[in-house]
């Protein structure tokens, strides 16, 4: 199943906040994505009427099985992409950003590929 870019990002940046943090919050996910509380809020409801995440009584967010499995795809996607870039010389910064957006247009079965043919 595809989803947005954009829902992606968001689980992606759960995702990393959790490997940090003991509990994210809709303001950490602010912070880190530069974004207004209120935008957050609207977009973590949306991602838990889908079923990608789940928000207790205290406002901690953590990842269902469904979104984790997309967070942590995105996440290797990210990480593969931006380790090639860098390999290749590309700046840090640049190397990041690139992979940020690649990551969501690539598609499971060349990243696999790619995968297959470096780890050679």
């Given at each position: 199943?595809?989803?947005?870019?954009?829902?992606e990002?968001?689980?992606?940046?759960i995702?990393i906040?959790?490997?940090?943090?003991?509990?994210?919050?809709?303001?950490?996910?602010?912070?880190?994505?530069?974004?207004?509380?209120?935008?957050?809020s609207v977009?973590?409801?949306?991602l838990?009427?889908?079923?990608?995440?789940?928000?207790?009584?205290?406002g901690h967010?953590?990842?269902?099985?469904?979104?984790?499995?997309?967070?942590?795809k995105?996440?290797?996607?990210?990480m593969?992409?931006?380790?090639?870039?860098?390999s290749?010389?590309?700046?840090?910064?640049?190397?990041?950003?690139?992979?940020c957006?690649i990551?969501?247009v690539?598609?499971?079965?060349?990243?696999?590929?790619?995968?297959?043919?470096?780890?050679?």
């Amino acid at each position: 199943m595809k989803i947005q870019e954009s829902a992606e990002n968001y689980l992606e940046t759960i995702f990393i906040l959790s490997q940090r943090k003991e509990f994210v919050r809709s303001i950490d996910i602010a912070n880190e994505l530069s974004f207004s509380k209120p935008s957050i809020s609207v977009f973590m409801k949306n991602l838990k009427t889908n079923g990608y995440i789940e928000m207790d009584g205290r406002g901690h967010i953590t990842l269902t099985q469904a979104g984790l499995s997309i967070a942590k795809k995105v996440y290797e996607k990210h990480m593969f992409i931006k380790e090639f870039l860098l390999s290749l010389g590309v700046d840090e910064e640049i190397a990041s950003e690139d992979a940020c957006r690649i990551e969501h247009v690539i598609s499971d079965e060349t990243f696999d590929a790619l995968k297959k043919h470096f780890s050679k």
